[in-house]
């Protein structure tokens, strides 16, 4: 297929579409409605199924049903609005239905802003809701990789038995590119029959499945824990996704950014080189699980003075960069929020103020 | 002489947690007795509740999914959507539906989503330890009304079926009672009239069931039952609030 210009929120909804996502339950909120507008006109075309619920709250439980009966299934919605829904994940990831959900990062706390913002990381890598679980996190720099991580979302989530979380910036739901669609997936989980509640006729087996999440036995209950921490660390071996730019040579300074955020930090530190200054980055695709080896071993690099986390937020990738680098090198924070986005020339200060 | 009397077979052949008294398990019986009498165990998906009753599915033999405190509406939306040929319904209490879910129900009822609800009012909530509901009689004392229930400060009891019967989107909506046998007839009627309309693809339906707590309300299963004659029947008058041929 031949490359087509599409928003970022359009190109996700189709995406999906292609994915086999055929089933999608949301309510609205800026800056990602759009998705729910192009869905709502496609869907039929497709013989989807589409949904406007009553909250975010009810629409991640129409998730949750719908996901535990073995249908492709997700949502799209924005910070305040994944804060509602995080009740329902909670108990999506307990009870191991594959799903998928996409964050379009707004500026918070609170009801905070309608621009881009990447407020959201510590909600989403360290799980979000109640109760000891993580999402697999993806974060997509372009439309296309939007695209691409929404499709691979589906076949993940049903691998892990667990919610996909994909992560943009404002920026990814509103920005215009152009695109180019993968083959179509097929459109059902493979495994469904042994745990999902699709009806005992359906079944070979001919016994009843039951979805659930209470475990009043402590011994159940700590073994169903034990289950769950096996997966989340079978992520972090089999899952762990980064682009590494300008890694190869001397630099001084460690960049990791993830995000529209990176691809200001590439032009930062293209200038940088053109000035002398030799400048890495680590963009992690996944935030969860984190490419922590990678990071230390950037960061331990014998012309490495300091890393430096670029980020539309406070400083909430810090953590997981500090406890990558394990104290080898000092760990450093630039950024804005509320949408404000960090110009090339910002970074290349924050970066040379560490070169120095 | 032949055997008469048995066990439904969508209800399972064990011991339940209900405390003696109470109306749960008469609720449980009737339900499975008419899954059996349609047939349509192989296709049923339960949606049990928080509350008394979140360990139903222990009892039943067909597929359950758990949900959150008042959300069963909302999994059962998600259900019925993706699958409409399955049978769905929820089981829910009153603190469960009328107070955390009122949402859920109300949009379910108003959306005309194809799914049964049975809603077990015992005007208490049972599984927290006989906390106030909405539904709780004004001057019925609980753990957290222990001066009775002052309707100057937390209005009068919620009828949820009143209530759902004022939504325009046709649907059937009807009130009975467990509180002895002849009542009990007409719940069977009623829960059978409601799994049917969803089987013709007709409307949501729902059975609101006067139900008794002996435990937390303080009394025998005799003296539950009339307490709840003499001050839930007047307040929660029996009888459908609407069917979709009316609306």
Known sequence: ?356 | MGKTFHKPEALADTITHYCPGCTHGVAHRLVAEVIDELGIRGRTVGVAPVGCAVLMYNYFTFDFQEAAHGRAPAMATGIKRVRPDLVVFTYQGDGDLASIGLSEIVHSANRGEKFTTIFINNAVYGMTGGQMAPTTMPGQRTTTSPFGRDPAQVGMPIRMAELLATLKTPGYIARQTLLNPKYINRAKKAIKKAFTYQLNNDCFSLVELVSTCPTNWGMTPAEAVEWAEGNMLPYYPLGEFKTPEES
């Open chain 1, 1 to 356: 297929m031949s490359k087509v210009l599409m928003k970022g929120n359009e190109a996700i909804g189709e995406a999906a579409i292609r994915a086999g996502g055929l089933n999608y339950f949301a309510y609205p909120i800026t800056p990602q409605s759009e998705v729910a507008e192009y869905l709502s006109k496609r869907m039929p075309e497709v013989g989807g199924v589409f949904l406007q619920g009553e909250s975010e709250v009810a629409v991640s439980y129409m998730i949750f049903g719908a996901a535990a009966c073995g249908k492709r299934v997700f949502t799209t919605s924005s910070s305040p609005g994944i804060s509602l829904m995080s009740e329902g994940i909670s108990y999506i990831a307990a009870a191991e239905c594959p799903s998928v959900f996409v964050n379009i990062m707004r500026g918070g706390p609170g009801l905070g802003g309608i621009l881009p913002s990447q407020a959201d990381y510590l909600q989403a890598t360290k799980g979000g809701g109640h109760g000891d679980y993580k999402l697999l996190v993806m974060a997509p720099a372009s439309v296309q990789e939007a695209v691409e991580m929404v499709m691979r979302a589906f076949p993940l989530a049903e691998k892990y038995r667990n919610p996909v979380m994909v992560l943009g910036d404002g920026l990814i739901g509103q920005m215009m590119e152009p695109v180019e669609f993968p083959e179509h997936l097929k459109s059902e989980p493979s495994n469904k029959d042994t745990w999902a509640t699709n009806g005992m006729d359906t079944r070979k087996s001919k016994t009843r499945n039951l979805v659930k999440t209470l475990y009043l036995d402590p011994v159940e209950l700590n073994a169903q824990n034990l289950k769950l921490k096996a997966k989340y660390e079978r992520m972090e071996r089999e899952e762990i996704l980064y682009e590494p730019y300008h890694l190869e040579g001397d630099y001084k300074v460690l960049i990791v950014s993830y995000g529209t955020m990176s691809r200001v930090c590439r032009t930062a530190i293209d200038h940088l080189e053109g000035e002398g200054l030799a400048v890495g980055m680590i963009r992690p695709q996944h935030l969860f699980p984190f490419p922590a080896k990678a990071v230390y071993e950037a960061a331990g690099r014998d012309s490495c003075r300091a890393v430096l986390s670029v980020e539309m937020s406070m400083g909430q990738m810090v953590e997981d960069i500090e406890r990558s680098v394990k104290g080898k090198r000092s760990v450093h924070w630039y950024g804005k929020c509320g949408g404000e986005v960090p110009t090339p020339e910002e970074v290349m200060d924050a970066v040379k103020k560490l070169a120095d």
